[in-house]
């Protein structure tokens, strides 16, 4: 593979002895991951129904490499029920490090296409709320496909440049996770098309960037919280330099180390101004040294100092649009349901707070508890779509189905993964099923393969009507 002869002396600087070993890893095949969804099965469960062989990656706790070239994990139905993401093995790190609790606030600043927007809405257990924004707002819409496929349903989807976020969100995470736009080094063994990308728009150019996302998130961050910002690169510019950036632009912040593997490298202070020796707390991944490709990984911690925030002059010109943690604004009141509407939710065997429901436009949403107003943010999603208010009838949601679990909901259908009506369901089809209900049986049934919800149908004489989301189907 050609590599740029400028890159290729930056690395020579950078690795010195082990640049020949680096380079012998273009000659290796990529590495294939998969992470298990938390959010619906645990790793030791999942591993006694995978399909295929899979090894553990011994740095994830939840994740697997396997076969890329044998199987194909996307053409299963376990996929379609939000079992599992496939993700670059390295890329899985950044989510794991950063410590999320259960009922915290958390942004993901550039969260497309969701491979770490997913795990860390696993770590919430449907508690708190995730922000999940891309400034994208085609990738924003498949961010919240596969964050509804995970069955995450306390989160807000934005498709803002971040800095527009800051004054909607003073102090107001508790985390924070910056995958930040990058040069892409990491990648030029799995995606060949990122040489030439990088010849285009280098680290000089995403380094401007960089700084500015950076201390744009660290304004929303609260005392106390913790940031994680990683790119996908080697470059120091784009890397140390950023940290050292951040922490004299706002002096508050503390780099933190992190749960360490043998194959981890130390991040390089001597190609910082400052020199730091904290700064080799961070985490480089080079694809020499561990059976992924190359990332960077720095954890932070926001004391209770001043920082100059990004946002504070536009928060004064538009009259402080912030919502303060203690004053966080949630959906209106209880009122009285559409009687189609709370007929089906008393059908649900899980706890529905009817403060958190909010109709617009005859959808109905399940709010996640503290949403702040959203006036002045474009926004794809803010929490949970139960569903849709018809005529006389109310229709649950395919984002409903991924959320609940087998036990959540009264009318089943569950399907062996043998059955080949589990693939025909996904396909949009019509399906017999007077071998699994009575004569009488009918209304919205869930559809789930060996216990994990798929999607919903309306039953009727023994016959299934397929309520599968259309641009979701399984295609042949």
Not at 324 to 334: F, H, I, N, V, W
Not at 338 to 346: C, K, N, R, V, Y
Not at 453 to 467: C, M, R, T, Y
């Amino acid at each position: 593979m050609k590599l740029p002869e400028a890159f290729e002396e930056k690395m020579r600087l950078l690795l010195q002895e082990e640049y020949e070993e680096y380079l012998q890893c273009f000659e290796e095949p990529r590495h294939y991951g998969l992470r298990v969804n938390t959010n619906k099965i645990s790793a030791e469960e999942f591993l006694k129904i995978a399909p295929w062989p899979l090894r553990p990656i011994p740095w994830i706790s939840n994740g697997f490499y396997y076969d890329g070239d044998q199987v194909q994990p996307a053409k299963h139905p376990y996929y379609f029920a939000g079992l599992y993401y496939l993700q670059e093995p390295s890329a899985m790190t950044p989510a794991s490090r950063l410590p999320v609790e259960p009922g915290e606030l958390v942004l993901d600043v550039c969260a497309a296409p969701g491979g770490k927007a997913t795990e860390l809405g696993a770590k919430l257990r449907g508690t708190g709320m995730l922000v999940a924004n891309d400034i994208s707002n085609s990738r924003a819409r498949g961010l919240l496909k596969n964050l509804e496929l995970s069955g995450t349903g306390n989160l807000l989807i934005t498709s803002e440049e971040p800095g527009r976020l800051v004054p909607h969100f003073p102090e107001f995470f508790d985390k924070i996770l910056i995958d930040a736009p990058c040069s892409g080094e990491g990648m030029f063994r799995k995606e060949k098309k990122m040489v030439k990308a990088w010849e285009e728009h280098g680290p000089e150019f995403f380094s401007k960037l960089q700084r500015s996302i950076v201390t744009q998130a660290a304004s929303m961050l609260r005392p106390g919280g913790m940031l994680l910002y990683s790119t996908c690169t080697f470059d120091p510019r784009e890397n140390e330099q950023i940290i050292e950036y951040l922490m004299e632009a706002c002096p508050e912040f503390e780099i933190c180390g992190m749960e360490g593997y043998e194959g981890f490298a130390p991040g390089r202070p001597e190609f910082t101004e400052g020199k730091n020796p904290e700064l080799k707390k961070t985490v480089r991944i080079f694809p020499h040294k561990m059976q992924g490709e190359g990332h960077f990984i720095a954890l932070l911690r926001k004391r209770d100092l001043a920082c100059q925030k990004p946002g504070d002059l536009e928060a004064e010109r538009t009259g402080g649009k912030g919502i303060s943690r203690a004053g966080k604004q949630g959906a209106a009141g209880k009122k009285k349901l559409p009687e189609e509407l709370d007929a089906f939710l008393g059908g649900l065997r899980t706890d529905i707070d009817p403060c958190r429901l909010e109709i617009r436009e005859d959808r109905v949403y399940y709010m996640p508890e503290g949403m702040p107003k959203l006036r002045g943010i474009r926004f794809l999603r803010s929490g949970l779509l139960l569903g849709e208010l018809k005529k006389n009838r109310f229709e649950p949601g395919q984002a409903l189905a991924m959320y609940l679990k087998k036990e959540e909901y009264e009318n089943i259908l569950d399907l062996s993964v043998e059955d080949d009506r589990v693939i025909r369901y996904l396909k949009g089809e019509t399906l017999e099923v007077e071998d699994l209900v009575s004569a009488g049986a009918k209304g919205w049934y869930l559809v789930c393969v060996d216990g994990y919800p798929l999607g919903f149908g309306k039953l009727a004489s023994q016959v299934l009507k397929n309520k599968y989301l259309p641009g979701w189907r399984w295609m042949s």
